[in-house]
């Protein structure tokens, strides 16, 4: 059982990165706390650094509604 992670910017609770590996999508994006700001997550790695928590929300909402 994976443990909850909580953003220490906003509260809110952030997705498992090693949970992402089981759903049936191959490529599925997250936000994650990156310093100050906030990431995009992919495959492990956080592959957009820096961006605010709204921009990161839209960015993975639109990456992973084309999965």
Not at 2 to 14: D, E, Q, V
């Amino acid at each position: 059982m994976a443990t909850a992670t909580w953003c220490k910017h906003c509260g809110r609770k952030l997705p498992d990165p090693a949970g992402l590996n089981g759903r049936s999508r191959t490529v599925t994006y997250a936000i994650v706390p990156d310093g100050p700001m906030f990431g995009i997550l992919l495959n492990g790695e956080v592959m957009i650094h820096g961006l605010k928590l709204e921009n990161a929300q839209e960015i993975v909402s639109i990456l992973n509604s084309m999965n």
